[in-house]
């Protein structure tokens, strides 16, 4: 079951009836009955057992915590750090167990050119779980959220365990905090507008993965698959065509995630805010998966930072450099952890060495010549808040962004550089087309829907820039046009999503971290 | 120490931390306010407070304050 088949939208129909009929007292029990109907449709059962030992270390660890917390002695504030400390270990070997095996068997594969003996391991032959890469993260979250004593443990494991396997999330996220999603446990009233809101966002959602995402999946995937046939122009097309697929893949999984979760009337954090209307690299990363940023900025940069060689090599600095060089010598280093915690989280060597080594670097690249860039535009007077000048940080950032992620779209590091190479190639015959756009499997009609799609993103994104949500305008409007707008969206994906008998409906490209 | 003595040192502190000295921060100032107050600067704040007050804010307090206010709330609770 994925969040685009009927079958989940049956168990939708069924647990909203369920859940505002039930006691309000037991609507989280509803919820976690409705998250394992899910898990068991959507995932082999068995891997239910990973989220279980997940969520028994962080219940385990919570409960040992705020025994030792309590009784506020040195010794016993060790034995917290070394509760959280084996907690978060074992999630972590877990998930590299299971989510992280190109890393082993890359190092068995190097270890082994160098020791003949040394055997080349393999992936082991269960899967992991549905959704490990953001539940592990949420479950460490969590653990280290009660070392800090942030929040209170949560002593019935049960619902310890909804927190983890809340069924909306376990696709692609988002990665919650559980001071934000302690609502699961409160009582909720039906709400009309928490229905209207639900279903037009899972409807929106819907149109981005299979009217847009999918179409341009299929000339992305097309080109990269057959870079003899489609040269000239064609690969640095798929370039900068993949990242609209991947946002309307991602944001769309999130609009239908996003949009259940607010018909239980749960509200989730947002993942995306217009990423490409940034005029930097960094605001960019600020509105891209941005729980998965904040995750990392939390509990990783921040302590990183605040640990004592950073502090150290800081102080070194500021006794060698100016203060302003001093300032980016421990940011450098912080934001080098931050971009391999978050390679790593990614699961694959193309993650770490291409994309988490190309968006470091431009960020570095982008903040040494920061002071630079402002001189040149005093000095060439360019009104750095004019319209063309915004254009252009915004065309540059979508550029940075294409770049890098052409690791993304390779399935390893060799891939990739092959991906480089063709792009490379292809940059003295730019201007010639090799390879028709039929022979990708597209129709001119198709280009026709993409290029509607994209209109329509543009608009929603500008009414999300000036009012917060684009719905938000939409209710200030007339029924007559509300109904119209919908009920075309609705025709729309029926009539142009990619769904159905000849039609193979792509993965998430999010789903398998 | 009072709530106005704390205002004083940090507003010291913080002109200091973002080389600027127009700086007066309120209790309601956040990072919105300060052009160059981002998550790096922010740590730097943090570990220049640390050294003005003489003690560690717990990390759980760093990630959770949310304007200055709470910055003094907790420079009181630690300084006691």
Same mark, same amino acid.
Request: glycine share 8%.
């Given at each position: ?219 992305v995937?097309?080109?990269w ?13 798929a370039v900068f065509l993949y990242p609209l697929q991947i946002y309307?893949d991602f ?24 990423p ?8 960019f990363?600020?509105?891209w ?57 990614h699961?694959?060597?193309r993650h770490?060495?291409g994309v988490?080594?190309w968006f470091?670097?431009m ?35 979508y550029v940075i962004y294409s770049l890098g992620c052409v690791f993304f779209t390779a ?5 990739s550089?092959?991906h480089v190479?063709?792009l ?6 730019? @201007?010639?087309? *090799? /390879?028709? !756009?039929?022979?990708?499997?597209? $129709? ?5 829907? %993409? +290029? ?19 719905? @938000?305008?939409? *209710? /200030?409007? !007339?029924?007559?046009?509300?109904? $119209? ?5 609705? %025709? +729309? ?16 490209i999010?789903?398998?971290? | ?80």
């Amino acid at each position: 079951m994925t969040v685009t088949s009927l079958g989940y939208y049956a168990l939708l129909l069924v647990g909203i009836a369920l859940y505002y009929a039930l006691p309000k007292q037991g609507q989280w029990v509803m919820l976690l009955l409705l998250s394992m109907v899910f898990y068991f449709c959507a995932a082999p059962a068995y891997t239910i057992l990973f989220l279980l030992a997940s969520a028994f270390f962080a219940y385990v660890a919570g409960i040992a915590m705020d025994r030792e917390g309590a009784n506020g002695l040195s010794a016993h504030r060790k034995a917290v750090a070394g509760i959280t400390v084996a907690a978060v270990v074992l999630n972590i070997l877990l998930w590299f167990l299971l989510k992280g095996s190109s890393f082993w068997m890359v190092g068995s594969r190097l270890l082994h050119r160098l020791i003949p003996a040394f055997p080349q391991l393999r992936a082991l032959p269960i899967a992991g779980a549905l959704g490990m890469g953001y539940y592990t993260a949420q479950v460490i979250g969590y653990i280290i959220d009660c070392y800090w004593g942030t929040i209170k443990p949560q002593r019935n494991f049960l619902k310890l365990f909804l927190f983890v396997s809340f069924f909306p999330q376990l696709t692609v996220g988002p990665i919650s905090r559980y001071s934000q999603l302690e609502c699961l446990y409160e009582r909720h009233r039906f709400s009309y507008q928490n229905l209207c809101f639900g279903a037009q966002r899972i409807l929106w959602g819907v149109f981005k993965k299979l009217v847009i995402s999918d179409r341009v999946g299929l000339i992305v995937s097309g080109i990269w698959a057959d870079t003899g046939t489609f040269g000239g122009v064609w690969p640095w097309v798929a370039v900068f065509l993949y990242p609209l697929q991947i946002y309307t893949d991602f944001s769309g999984c999130m609009d239908i995630v996003l949009g259940s979760a607010e018909l239980f009337d749960i509200h989730m954090p947002e993942n995306f805010k217009n990423p490409f209307f940034s005029r930097t690299v960094q605001e960019f990363w600020q509105r891209w998966h941005i729980t998965l940023g904040a995750w990392a900025k939390d509990y990783v940069y921040y302590p990183v930072l605040k640990s004592k060689p950073i502090l150290a090599i800081g102080k070194w600095a500021r006794k060698h450099f100016s203060k302003k060089t001093a300032k980016k010598i421990p940011w450098l280093v912080g934001m080098a952890v931050l971009w391999f915690v978050m390679g790593f989280w990614h699961g694959s060597m193309r993650h770490i060495a291409g994309v988490s080594a190309w968006f470091w670097t431009m960020l570095v690249v982008s903040e040494l010549c920061a002071p630079l860039m402002e001189k040149a535009t005093a000095r060439l007077h360019i009104d750095t808040e004019s319209t063309s000048w915004i254009l252009f940080q915004r065309v540059r950032t979508y550029v940075i962004y294409s770049l890098g992620c052409v690791f993304f779209t390779a399935d390893s590091l060799t891939h990739s550089i092959d991906h480089v190479k063709t792009l490379a190639g292809a940059l003295g015959s730019l @201007t010639s087309f *090799q /390879g028709t !756009i039929a022979g990708l499997g597209v $129709t001119y009609a198709d280009i026709n829907v %993409i +290029i509607i799609g994209v209109l329509a993103l543009v608009i929603v994104a500008i009414l999300r820039e000036k009012y917060g949500y684009a719905r @938000t305008w939409m *209710q /200030g409007q !007339i029924l007559p046009f509300r109904w $119209t707008v919908w009920l075309l969206l609705f %025709i +729309i994906t029926v009539l142009c999503g990619m769904y159905g008998p000849g039609f193979n409906a792509q993965d998430f490209i999010y789903e398998q971290f | 120490m009072t709530r106005e003595e704390a205002f004083v040192r940090l507003n010291k502190v913080f002109r200091e931390v973002f080389d600027d000295e127009s700086i007066t921060v309120g209790e309601a100032t956040t990072s919105e306010d300060i052009e160059d107050w981002d998550s790096f600067e922010h740590i730097n704040l943090v570990v220049a407070v640390e050294n003005e007050f003489s003690f560690k804010i717990p990390m759980g307090k760093v990630v959770t304050m949310k304007n200055v206010g709470e910055m003094v709330d907790i420079i009181l609770e630690l300084g006691k």
